[in-house]
């Protein structure tokens, strides 16, 4: 079983960057493919960011695509979501989630597909 504890969230301006951390325990971090998600108020559960195993593939939601980079990095067992020109639309609780794959699966946008979930971290985009 993989923990997952999310940290980084926090109140800024449009325009502003956050960057936004995810360690794992337990498990074998390397053999788990990760995403990032986020909950609006009032709103469903939204795919954010996917990354594989190695890192070597991602893959983004159109409304964050250009502006929001995930990184991993295996020795630290910790996924990163740097999210840049912040708008009030981000404003979410950003969750991060785990799944254990096999190098031939592609990455999944449903959160159905990851049983391992952090308990989310707050960020607020501010007019």
């Known amino acids: 079983q993989v923990q997952l504890v999310e940290s980084g969230g926090g109140l800024v301006q449009t325009g502003a960057s956050l960057r936004l951390s995810c360690a794992a325990s337990?498990?074998?971090?390397?053999?788990?493919?990760l995403g990032w998600f986020r909950r609006a108020p009032g709103k469903e559960l939204e795919f954010v960011a996917t990354i594989s195993r190695s890192g070597a593939d991602t893959d983004y939601a159109d409304s964050v695509k250009g502006r929001f980079t995930i990184s991993r990095d295996n020795t630290k067992k910790t996924v990163y979501l740097q999210m840049n020109s912040l708008n009030p639309d981000d404003t979410a609780v950003y969750s991060c989630?785990?799944?254990?794959?096999?190098?031939?699966?592609?990455?999944?946008?449903?959160?159905?597909?990851?049983?391992?979930w952090g308990q989310g971290t707050q960020v607020t985009v501010s007019s």
């Open positions: 337990g498990g074998m971090f390397s053999r788990h493919a």
């Open positions: 989630a785990a799944r254990h794959t096999i190098l031939t699966v592609p990455n999944s946008r449903d959160n159905r597909d990851y049983p391992y």
